[in-house]
């Protein structure tokens, strides 16, 4: 029987595009340094996916690189890290962590740990230099190699819709390097963070998986729309139809907003459950003293 009762960590795990960020990074940061129309670009993606039927996160990887080249333009990994301070995030976002990892600390009177990760099918490259990035345990997102020249030249990583889950049993885990396999079976009593310790927090269909696992495992799913957006609405709404979400809010991070008062209550019987299961853990271990 186990000494220690170890699984008294939360895991909020965001997507960033339309999650934490209104637009997509790349419309803030490497398509206007290159003067690239955002429009123009993804669309020219959707035709040359299409018509080689490729990988749509590839597609746009490789053309990122022609792009780059072709406007010899030198967007190395501190010029990628650098542009990301032009990202422009959804209200409440920078104060946002402090305010969630507070709620969490007073409520357990720090008994219960909070971390929080992003998994994106943006740049890692750029994700580095957000104004936000001291808040995240781990980012898992795209990469480019950066050749001797520091140049991006072909994807090492790429993510999307659906390698996103790998990345959920990773935090399950607690096997966070994508070069370790999570493919070994570990008892659910051992992994770090439960799933039912999982809320995720998405925006729209390429969420879903993401979503899926976590509540089919007994976490949580939230999804935020853009306000006065009709057709971000309409997502959520179909998404909680299907219940593949547990609540949906707009994108407004600010204290006493819909979207706090939803993640607060999440977070509340998370840390219930959490403190249940220590509780009987400890019974559990005295039932046969004297």
Avoid at 65 to 90: M, P, S, V, W
Wanted: charged fraction near 30%.
């Amino acid at each position: 029987m186990r000494k220690l009762f170890k699984q008294h960590t939360i895991a909020m795990v965001y997507d960033f595009d339309g999650t934490l960020s209104p637009q997509p990074m790349q419309e803030y940061t490497v398509l206007p340094e290159l003067g690239v129309s955002p429009q123009a670009f993804w669309d020219e993606c959707q035709r040359e996916a299409k018509k080689y039927n490729a990988d749509a996160m590839l597609t746009y990887m490789r053309l990122l690189t022609e792009k780059i080249e072709a406007k010899q333009t030198h967007l190395n990994k501190k010029k990628l890290r650098d542009l990301a301070k032009g990202i422009r995030y959804f209200p409440g976002v920078e104060t946002w962590f402090d305010r969630i990892n507070r709620h969490v600390r007073e409520t357990s009177a720090g008994k219960i740990k909070i971390k929080h990760y992003i998994i994106s099918a943006g740049l890692k490259e750029i994700l580095e230099g957000i104004k936000i990035r001291k808040y995240f345990e781990r980012m898992y997102a795209s990469e480019y190699y950066f050749d001797h020249h520091d140049a991006a030249r072909f994807p090492t990583v790429v993510i999307n819709d659906t390698s996103k889950t790998q990345y959920i049993f990773r935090i399950n885990k607690g096997i966070e390097d994508i070069n370790q396999s999570i493919n070994d079976y570990m008892p659910e009593c051992e992994r770090p963070i439960p799933f039912e310790n999982m809320l995720y927090i998405g925006d729209g269909l390429t969420d879903v998986p993401c979503m899926t696992v976590t509540k089919n495992n007994g976490g949580f799913a939230l999804a935020v729309y853009k306000p006065r957006n009709p057709q971000s609405l309409a997502v959520c709404r179909k998404l909680a139809r299907a219940n593949r979400i547990d609540y949906f809010a707009p994108a407004d991070y600010r204290a006493g907003k819909t979207l706090e008062k939803r993640v607060k209550l999440i977070l509340d019987v998370i840390m219930a459950r959490i403190m249940f299961h220590r509780e009987q853990f400890t019974f559990q271990r005295g039932i046969d003293r004297p």
